[in-house]
């Protein structure tokens, strides 16, 4: 991993930009309820850094935020709409989705929440049934 990397992201509009430094501390698919209710899609790709790592740019006076749970903070552009981040202080991370990262090569290491998925997605990484032990979840794996 190149730990001298640097990524630009922004927005939709690009009100709002940031950078990320280094390489993320993973990079996965999630299947939750919640992120496909956020995302408005099937599935979340979804990569996380280390508050350090990221940089607001421009445009950090049109940052929205809601906590659905205290386990998540969703931050979105207000002029907008266009999605940003999801901050977990429990975990110290942060969850960029890889779709505002338009030069990121995106590699992702196993799906979660997979017990949740309207999508099946027959790659053959790990599926997991919610989350590893180390994020606080079960660690147990699932079938494709």
């Not at 309820?33 to 850094?49: D, I, K, M, Q, Y």
Request: proline share 8%; glycine share 8%.
């Amino acid at each position: 991993m190149n730990n001298s990397k640097t990524y630009n992201g922004s927005c939709f509009c690009g009100a709002v930009t940031f950078t990320l430094k280094h390489d993320p501390a993973l990079m996965a698919y999630c299947h939750c309820e919640s992120c496909r209710h956020w995302s408005a899609g099937p599935v979340n790709a979804f990569t996380l850094w280390p508050p350090e790592a990221v940089t607001i740019t421009q445009g950090s006076d049109q940052i929205g935020s809601f906590n659905k749970t205290p386990e998540t903070i969703r931050k979105w552009c207000k002029s907008c709409g266009g999605h940003l981040f999801i901050e977990h202080p429990a975990m110290g991370l942060i969850d960029v989705p890889a779709s505002v990262i338009p030069e990121f090569n995106f590699q992702p290491a196993l799906h979660v929440n997979y017990q949740e998925t309207v999508l099946r997605m027959r790659d053959g990484l790990p599926k997991m049934k919610d989350l590893p032990q180390e994020a606080g979840g079960s660690g147990l794996q699932i079938d494709e």
